[in-house]
């Protein structure tokens, strides 16, 4: 018999999902989710894992929750680990109750890891403290969803008796019958009322004013679902207190197309100042294996006085061809190792390693005249690098006649699907900028779209002088770092929405 865990995925942004819920999700067999569950949470879900879209979101479910429960049922019979993952939080309004009876019934282990809820997780990326001490010590969380007649199961005249703060989800429809249900339950019409759509994601827009005044507003402004209802004396609070309207980057739209192993520093770094991400890998990277060349080149390693290397992705193959080798560490500790870039050097260090020469400018053009410089007439180079990388690096080296083998360790391989929808994201002005770290993500971009995609209005924010050309080429606008690093990227990007407005 296998196991059930009931996952909460939280309200949205991905970095509130718990490190025990996202453990769960890479070593599930099977993983049962909702469309309420954000993107960035369901591209965790590993290769090997089964997984079965169930399809739920609000007044829309398309495989009935009996069915549902069956299937969380029949997957643990196969005796498989299984993840249900569940917007929010698994209790509260999730029916994680309900999914769970059948499992104990027949005899299935099962462990739940609670979500962050949109009930306290929206009010606070909105700015308004549920709890205060001078304000109001209880918080009511109801949910706002009526009867298929209409009809709403509120007690009004008790949740007015008490004077807490309440948060109603799943009310967007019915918010005008509960602010008039409140009034009519002695709350006062001035009372502060807050609506926060799409709360904790990088578009959430707020809507404060009162009980007597947001129902119209709220029409004004075409508010729509997901969106919560808080009503309490804490709604005044959130212009005081708020902290995530006002980040640097928010309602920034930016699409990175680093791969996927790589994208974690800049996307991290991205939503921390408010952007909205869409991860977009364009390329990945495969190890070169069989490769006699290699195999060459490292049972040799005494005639090389210098390795080169021109990207994280080399260390990382590298590595892993040592271990193929049964070398490590050790066997390098003759050579002195040179650098294209910071973020080579930092991954080199990861390794326990550290680089010699790191040019000023990090290009394969200011990289080799270093090396001219450096490297004796004696001395030999072992370059490790892509199996097509810029012809510059080698083509300068042989002009100054300093001896090196070109050794390809890795190859680039581009995104195989074309995506109309990011097309049309491009076409309707919704992306406000592309990242690009390499060419070769340029490249890969490029492929990934229709052929007939007009990239005349796309903003490329480039890492550097190589990159931008192979942008341009491409026809698209571009932006570029003072340094070939992620923070002169990010310092760059703000630069461009500060002058911008946006």
Known sequence: MGHVTLVGAGPGDPGLLTVKGRQAIEEADVIVYD????????????????????????????????RINRILLEKAREGKKVVRLKGGDCFLFGRGGEELEL??????????IPGVTSALAAPAYAGIPVTHRDYTSSVHIITGHAKENGELRIDFDALVRHGGTLVFLMSVASTPAILDGLMQAGMRADMPAAMVERGTLPRQRKLIATVGT?????????????AILIVGTVCALSDRFDWYDVLPLHGVTVVVTRPRQRAGTLTDRLRRLGADVISYPCIETQDIWPNMPVVEALASLEQYSWLVLTSPAGVD?????????????????????????????????????????IPDVYDSVHLAEGLIRLVREEERILLLRAEIGTPELPALLTQACVSFDDVAIYRTVYR????????????????DCVTFTSASTVYGFVKSLPEDTDLTKCIALCIGQTTQKAAQQAGMKTITAAHATIDAMIERLQAYCAAEDR
């Open 317 to 357: 193959t590298l590595a892993r061809l040592l271990d193929a080798a049964e070398m490590d560490a050790r066997n390098l500790a003759h050579l002195k190792i040179a650098v294209i870039g910071m973020g080579t050097a930092n991954k080199l260090r990861e390794r326990g390693l550290r680089a010699d020469y």
């Open 416 to 431: 195989n699907e074309r995506s109309e929808e990011l097309a049309d994201l491009l076409a309707q002005g919704m992306i």
């Open 214 to 226: 947001l129902a119209q507003r709220m029409k004004e402004e075409r508010i729509s679902s997901p």
């Open 35 to 66: 469309r309420l569950v954000g993107p960035e949470i369901l591209a965790l879900m590993p290769n090997h894992a089964e997984q079965i879209d169930v399809g739920k979101r609000s007044s829309h479910h398309p495989v009935p929750q009996s």
């Open 103 to 112: 499992l104990a019934e027949h005899g299935v282990e099962f462990d739940v």
